[in-house]
């Protein structure tokens, strides 16, 4: 969208469900639209086979891509594995590296995994109330560690910065959320690819 935000507005975020009382696009990232996403693609084709459920969805609430400009919405990731990997978003860098990235969670529990090229790894976690900043060049992914609920999370982004799917999909991201004895575990991705 190319167009000025020429007016102040507003939108309501129901707690805890998170859905924007406005949105003007809703994606939808089903399991057999994450391909390659998950460690374990032999535990993906098994679920697959039970049925395609719904991962992540989210609510994007339009504006200008513009330097200056804020865009914002809400992600919705649904409790469930792979494996042992939770359910958790493609992940992305963003087109203009130099461009950071708020989140504030709302529901549920979860960890956001963050990386940059020159291979420094952070994973923060995230509950109701807590407010992340993912620094400019630092690719991001969200996990929903819930066993029940949904991890739910309101965003806001310069409205220039755009996102880059193709690098974390050529080379995922060094660090994994699995599920473990005592809960969740972060380990080394044992298929991270440097080139």
């Known amino acids: 969208m190319s167009k000025m935000t020429e007016h102040p507005f507003g939108f309501t975020l129901p707690i805890p469900t998170g859905v924007p009382s406005h949105y003007d696009n809703h994606l939808k990232r089903s399991l057999s639209a994450l391909e390659g996403i998950f460690q374990d693609e032999p535990a993906r084709t098994a679920r697959l086979s039970r049925g395609d459920a719904m991962v992540y969805e989210v609510y994007e609430i339009a504006g200008p891509q513009l330097a200056g400009e804020l865009l914002m919405g809400v992600t919705v990731i649904h409790p469930g594995k792979v494996g042992r990997e939770f359910y958790m978003t493609k992940g992305h860098f963003h087109s203009v590296r130099e461009t ?52 739910v999370m309101f965003f806001a982004y310069p409205g220039n910065a755009g996102h880059d799917y193709e690098t974390v999909a050529k080379r995922g991201f060094r660090k994994l959320v699995v599920d473990g004895k005592d ?10 690819n440097a080139s």
Not at 101 to 117: A, H, R
Not at 123 to 128: A, C, H, I
Not at 183 to 192: A, F, Q, T, Y
């Open 100 to 151: 950071a990235e708020v989140y504030f969670c709302l529901k549920g529990e979860g960890m956001m995994v963050m990386e940059t090229l020159e291979g420094e790894t952070a994973v923060e976690p995230l509950t109701p109330g807590r407010v992340l900043y993912v620094a400019p060049c630092w690719g991001h992914r969200s996990v929903c560690t819930s066993r029940q609920d949904d991890l």
């Open 183 to 192: 809960g969740p575990e972060i380990i080394d991705n044992p298929h991270w």
